[in-house]
C-alpha cells in the first residue's frame, strides 16, 4: 500500500481526491490518504498557527511549534521509512521521471502546505526532507500542488488505473508528448481521422503514434528533445514529420 499524508490548515479542500482514480484507489486500499490540521496542536482560544514575521514586512508567517508537533505525530501514524515534503515555490521543479522514480522507491509521503508568506525557516532545517516545487509560479497555499503531486503519483501505483498500459502511453513518461488521440464519430464536419488508424496495420500504427509524439514534442516543448538521444528511427520519423507539416 501506498502512504499518503498531508499538512494543511484547509482539510476539507482534499474531499475533491475522494473522486475519480485517487478515490477508487482509496476505496480499493491501494492507498492510504491521511490529513492532519496543524490547529489541533495549538494550544491558544484562537488556535493561533502565524505570528509577524521578525523584521517587518507584510503578510504572517506559520510558527514552528505547532507544525513540527503535528510533522512528528503525523510521522508516528505513518511508515518508519515516510519522507517529509515541503511545497514550495524555492522547491525542486519535480516532472515526470522523478515521479516514476519515486513511486519505485518510496511507498510513503507526507506532504506540508504552507499559507500566509511561508513558514518559520528552523521548520525546514529541522523537519523537511525535500522542497517540491510544481513549476516557476506561486499559489495561495501547497494544497492545490499537494493534491496535483498525490493524483500524479496515485496514476503510477500498481492497480490504480483501469488498464496498465494508460499511464505508460501518457505525456512525458519516455521523455515526448502524447500522441493525438481520436474516437468515434469517424468524420465531424470536414476532419477524419486519420486513415492509418483505420487500417488495422498495427506496426503502422505504431509508426504514425511514434512520428506524431516526436513531431508534437519538436512543435511544442523543444527543450524536451534537448534531453533525449534519439534514434536513427526517431531521427527519420522527426524529418518526415517536418517535411509533412512544411
Not at 89 to 112: A, H, T, W, Y
Not at 225 to 240: C, F, M, R, T, Y
Request: charged share 25%.
Amino acid at each position: 500500500m501506498t502512504h499518503l499524508g498531508v499538512i494543511t490548515l484547509l482539510p476539507e479542500m482534499f474531499d475533491a481526491l475522494h473522486y475519480g482514480i485517487v478515490g477508487r484507489a482509496i476505496k480499493s486500499s491501494l492507498v492510504n490518504l491521511s490529513l492532519w490540521n496543524p490547529r489541533d496542536w495549538t494550544t491558544g482560544v484562537h488556535h493561533q498557527v502565524d505570528d509577524k514575521p521578525y523584521g517587518g514586512g507584510p503578510g504572517m508567517v506559520m510558527m514552528y511549534q505547532p507544525l513540527a508537533d503535528t510533522i512528528s505525530h503525523a510521522r508516528e501514524s505513518m511508515p518508519a521509512d515516510c519522507r517529509t515534503i515541503f511545497l514550495s515555490p524555492q522547491g525542486r521543479r519535480i516532472n515526470q521521471m522523478d515521479l516514476n522514480k519515486i513511486v519505485d522507491e518510496q511507498s510513503s509521503l507526507l506532504f506540508l502546505t504552507g499559507r500566509y508568506e511561508g513558514i518559520d525557516e528552523r521548520l525546514i532545517e529541522a523537519h523537511i526532507d525535500e522542497e517540491w516545487s510544481l513549476g516557476d509560479f506561486v499559489l495561495s497555499g501547497g494544497e492545490f500542488a499537494a493534491m496535483a503531486f498525490i493524483d500524479a503519483i496515485v496514476r503510477l501505483v500498481p492497480g490504480a488505473l483501469g488498464d496498465v498500459n494508460s499511464a505508460t502511453q501518457d505525456s512525458f513518461m519516455n521523455g515526448l508528448l502524447d500522441f493525438p488521440h481520436y474516437t468515434r464519430p469517424e468524420k465531424i464536419e470536414d476532419k477524419s481521422v486519420p486513415s492509418v488508424l483505420l487500417s488495422g496495420n498495427h506496426q503502422a500504427i505504431e509508426r504514425w503514434r511514434r512520428k506524431q509524439s516526436l513531431g508534437r514534442t519538436w512543435l511544442k516543448r523543444p527543450d524536451l528533445l534537448n534531453q533525449l538521444e534519439l534514434n536513427e528511427l526517431d531521427k527519420q520519423l522527426l524529418n518526415e514529420f517536418k517535411n509533412e507539416k512544411e
